[in-house]
């Protein structure tokens, strides 16, 4: 099966600043990689998705960057905001149908 | 147009009881995915099922755990004789269809064993 790592575990910004957290894959077969974003007490909502056809998404402050060879993926938030703040998780869907998740990344933005 | 209606949102349950989480999907949606979140911890995965089929199981424990998801109706996550291990937040998600499409969350149920 596959397996997700996600580093760092905590994140801690200046608002303005960008924040990185990255995600590595095992299953060179894994061909679509979510990330969401999820704030205390609610669910996980997609924030921003890439499929392994693509080496590069953005959406506004929000980029996923992909590197197959490599089997990582990364978020990159610009212009860090306080409402940035919130636990953020990558998953890889393997074999057409199941997500794996990463561990989570507790981001704070710090005003 | 719901999205993932889960309920109940909270459930108290003391041990050796049953507990039953259930998920109705996204309308038209014929996948569904449960996973358990521990505080502070990650999206652990349980199951994942589609209509009248059990498609992965590999993530639930080998008892007390089941999973259905019936031709009409909600899926329904089933835990018997509940232990305090297994209060945490377990969250339902589907999707349209196979292949790499997005997954909705519900809102979760929280289960504390007391």
């Known amino acids: 099966g596959e397996n997700v790592e996600q580093h760092p575990s905590t994140l801690s910004v200046q608002e303005g600043d960008s924040a990185v957290i990255k995600c590595t894959y095992s299953?060179?077969?894994?061909?679509?990689f979510p990330w969401y974003k999820q704030e205390l007490g609610k669910r996980p909502q997609l924030i921003i998705d890439?499929?392994?056809?693509?080496g590069e998404k953005k959406d506004q402050r929000i980029a996923v960057t992909l590197n197959k060879t490599a089997k990582h993926f990364s978020l990159h938030i610009t212009e860090t905001q306080p409402e940035d703040s919130a636990v953020y998780f990558c998953a890889a869907m393997y074999n057409f149908n199941k997500f794996y998740f990463g561990s989570g990344t507790k981001l704070n933005v710090k005003p | 147009n719901a999205g993932v209606m889960q309920n109940p949102r909270h459930l108290v349950r003391r041990r050796g009881q049953e507990a039953r989480l259930r998920c109705s999907p996204v309308?038209?949606?014929?996948?569904v995915y449960w996973y358990r979140q521990l505080p502070e911890e990650g999206l652990k995965f349980m199951v994942y099922?589609?209509?009248?089929?059990?498609?992965?199981e590999s993530g639930m424990p080998k008892e007390r755990f089941s999973a259905e998801f019936p031709k009409e109706g909600p899926s329904i996550l089933r835990i018997q004789q509940v232990v305090r291990g297994d209060s945490a937040a377990y969250f339902c998600?589907?999707?349209?269809?196979?292949?790499?499409?997005?997954?909705?969350f519900g809102q979760g149920t929280r289960l504390t064993v007391v």
């Open positions: 099922l589609q209509k009248e089929n059990i498609i992965d």
């Open positions: 998600a589907s999707s349209p269809a196979r292949g790499d499409t997005e997954a909705f």
């Open positions: 890439i499929r392994s056809n693509v």
């Open positions: 299953d060179s077969a894994s061909n679509y």
């Open positions: 309308k038209g949606h014929s996948h």
